[in-house]
């Protein structure tokens, strides 16, 4: 399977994204498509041996829409050049018809005024209310600026659907052609006792109206992609590279693999890569959201779009284009701005119906009124006003642009969320796993205590043959012993038949010896007496030192004690988290005495000890069971079946890519904050979500039955179609602003 992103255009509404939605699901291989109408953009799944990229855009061709496939360098460095002239094109041709409606239907207003108040006006020339004259402005109003109405509508019957554009090419139509009538025939309804009033200026505002609101909203809802173009921003446009023997400035997209790339202070580092040449500090903010630079030397990684502050270095290109880090970060983030939240399955069911029901109650309502009052004037104003008031954008709108500035926002926040599910999801947490080891602590243990069972630190022979089994593993606590072992100048012995047991040690062969290293526990199932050290290790346990134990050829020889510091924003991130009344569960395979100590250094009260890496996922179903909702939060491959266990998994961004795989969010700087900021945006974002939905539905419950007149038989009031048109255009424009109101989020932490 594979998965893509198009780009559409031509959308005018919800309905529309159905229709496209259901274009693409229709072609076989196809397995998931999600449109997104606010984005303006489809995520489609499907088997790349039944069918491709081609065929899925030819599909919504033949729907009446337009369809970019992004490339994978183009999802990197931005829209396509075919994309960029879509859009302006599309723009300057609304603008153009903006304008021709705006300067025409002002006329025709002005000529209108004395009809529609009443009052006599003598300056205004009574020619410009002349049908003929309104007749002659109108048309090119109706048939040009109009256009795209009837173009929609006609595709939209072609397919047996129902959109906007057939809402507002039916309503205009009827108030145009119904004035035809008393244009061309006015004795006609002066036989009939009836006044021959035309209904010209009614078409021309509400197409108008229109217009300016999908200006205003296609401007709005640019502003949702805001996040994307940041990122974007943030890549080097060229970089320095050496090729044979010469230094050349080539553009980004050129950079190779193994290619050597050299960067000058101030300058942005391409590319990801490690220093072979030089060292430097470097800004890692973008990615870490620590504004400390951390020192880089020779061996290091470096991460492109980061800034180097002070040094020259040069560096080797291990991720070029669509795989540099960056390039990730804006593919998932694309990915979560065009999936859909579950809540939006509601507003989905409710467009699939709304616009072959509203036909209905218009036509309902013109029979309704012209039977009881006999008066077609009243019948045609009220049938034009629920048409016009009725559009299902707002509602269309409502999660979508929410979702986008969400994610987009979390992305600003070192926080990627990798669908509007996990998302939504996120505001629903009510207990909160961590992993112990890279997640409360920094996950860069070193040893602090070596005890031998004769007592004599500087035993050395212990020592190496320990740190030789260990280099083969890639766990901290190996590494802290390797760096320990080499720090007291130990030379170091291939070993053989390495062997790592998942949460309880490593062994192997060393010069004739067969070294075992890990928890007491093991070696209690390896049926290892472990007496002989049983005081030194209380002593650790007391003090909240990991304690591993090194046997060779079956006989405890030594044990030592590993600290892992806390990270400086762990106990203020879980403090949050309590006071926003979620429980904070500590889950270690690390023995409970040590782990209690780390608990209660950061105030969690409740510890799972002890537990396996093939029981922790069993740990989260047990406290699922319990009826909550449960995040977990790792950053080893340990984690991974937890955290995908868990209803809402957190991934350490500075962790294994096994567990990042595994997540629904990752947490990219390795900060415990990235919690509370990832669940503080859920929330914002729901709010703001729910809001948008009260107010679309709102709007069109309480505007329907307004605009078909419901109040007139109370109050004498009927509502004019051309506030309908406004109201309707302005309705969309209200719930893209009220999204955008969530760039200003901000991470509120407590101490």
């Not at 036989?191 to 021309?204: D, R, T």
């Amino acid at each position: 399977m594979e998965s893509t992103i198009f780009k559409l255009r031509g959308m005018s509404c919800a309905s529309c994204a159905r229709s496209v939605e259901e274009a693409i699901r229709a072609v076989p291989g196809v397995s998931e498509c999600s449109v997104n109408f606010g984005a303006e953009q489809a995520l489609v799944e499907y088997d790349a041996k039944k069918t491709n990229a081609e065929d899925i855009q030819n599909a919504v061709e033949e729907a009446g829409y337009s369809a970019f496939f992004l490339q994978d360098q183009e999802m990197v460095t931005g829209e396509t050049d075919a994309e960029q002239s879509a859009r302006s094109a599309e723009l300057n041709k609304l603008k153009r018809r903006l304008i021709l409606g705006a300067v025409v239907t002002s006329i025709l207003v002005i000529g209108g005024l004395p009809m529609m108040t009443g009052l006599p006006l003598p300056w205004i020339p009574g020619w410009l209310h002349n049908p003929w004259l309104q007749l002659v402005l109108t048309i090119p109003i109706q048939f040009w600026s109009g256009e795209s109405f009837y173009t929609g509508a006609w595709k939209a019957f072609k397919r047996r659907s129902a959109t906007m554009d057939t809402l507002v090419a039916l309503g205009t139509s009827a108030a145009f052609f119904y004035s035809l009538l008393p244009t061309f025939l006015p004795d006609f309804f002066l036989a009939q006792g009836l006044e021959p009033a035309v209904y010209y200026e009614i078409s021309a505002v509400v197409i108008t109206l229109i217009l300016l609101g999908r200006l205003l909203e296609n401007r709005a809802k640019g502003q949702t992609s805001d996040a994307i173009r940041k990122l974007i921003g943030l890549q080097a446009r060229t970089a320095r590279i050496i090729r044979s023997g010469q230094e050349l400035e080539v553009p980004i997209e050129s950079v190779q693999l193994n290619d050597i790339v050299v960067v000058r202070p101030g300058e942005k580092i391409p590319v990801d890569g490690s220093i072979v040449e030089g060292g430097s500090t470097i800004d890692e903010s973008m990615v870490t959201g620590e504004s400390v630079p951390v020192k880089k030397r020779p061996g290091d990684e470096v991460i492109g779009a980061t800034i180097n502050k002070t040094g020259s270095f040069k560096f080797r290109a291990t991720r070029v284009g669509k795989d540099t880090f960056l390039a990730q970060i804006v593919k998932l983030v694309q990915q979560a701005q065009g999936s859909k939240a579950p809540i939006q399955k509601l507003a989905d069911r409710v467009t699939g119906w709304f616009v072959p029901a509203v036909i209905g109650i218009a036509i309902a309502t013109f029979v309704i009124w012209y039977n009881i009052m006999g008066n077609v004037t009243m019948a045609l104003v009220t049938t034009v006003g629920v048409l016009i008031i009725a559009c299902p954008c707002a509602l269309g709108l409502a999660t979508p642009t929410s979702i986008m500035v969400g994610t987009g926002k979390g992305a600003e926040n070192g926080i990627l969320i990798k669908g509007a599910d996990s998302l939504e999801l996120a505001h629903k947490i009510q207990t909160i796993v961590l992993d112990k080891t890279g997640t409360i602590t920094q996950g860069k243990p070193v040893v602090t205590d070596y005890v031998t069972v004769n007592g004599t630190a500087s035993e050395l022979k212990w020592l190496q043959l320990a740190g030789s089994v260990e280099r083969n593993s890639e766990h901290p606590l190996a590494e802290a012993v390797v760096q320990y072992a080499q720090s007291q100048e130990v030379s170091l012995i291939e070993a053989q038949d390495f062997e790592a047991i998942a949460g309880s040690g490593v062994q192997g062969d060393v010069s004739g010896h067969r070294v075992q290293i890990g928890t007491q526990r093991w070696m209690g199932e390896l049926g290892i007496n472990t007496s002989a050290l049983q005081q030194p290790w209380n002593r650790l346990e007391d003090l909240g030192r990991t304690v591993i134990w090194i046997a060779v050829d079956g006989q405890i020889e030594a044990i030592m004690g590993i600290a892992d510091a806390v990270k400086p924003s762990s106990l203020q991130a879980i403090r949050t988290l309590q006071r926003m009344h979620l429980e904070v569960v500590m889950l270690t395979g690390d023995n409970r005495r040590t782990a209690e100590v780390i608990a209660r250094e950061v105030g969690i009260g409740r510890v799972i000890a002890e537990v396996r890496p093939d029981q922790k996922a069993a740990q989260i179903e047990h406290l699922q069971a319990e009826g909550r909702v449960v995040a977990m939060v790792g950053d080893g491959i340990n984690d991974a079946p937890a955290l995908a266990q868990a209803d809402v998994g957190m991934a350490i961004g500075t962790g294994t890519d096994v567990a990042i795989a595994a997540s629904d969010i990752t947490l990219i700087s390795g900060d415990l904050q990235g919690i509370v900021t990832a669940i503080q945006l859920s929330r914002a974002t729901m709010q703001n979500i729910r809001q948008n939905l009260f107010f679309a539905f709102i709007y069109n419950v309480a505007g329907i039955p307004i605009a078909a007149g419901i109040l007139y038989p109370i109050f004498g009031w009927l509502l004019s179609p051309i506030i309908a048109g406004a109201a309707m255009a302005f309705s969309s424009v209200s719930v893209v602003t009220n999204a955008l109101r969530l760039r200003n989020f901000r991470p509120r932490l407590q101490g």
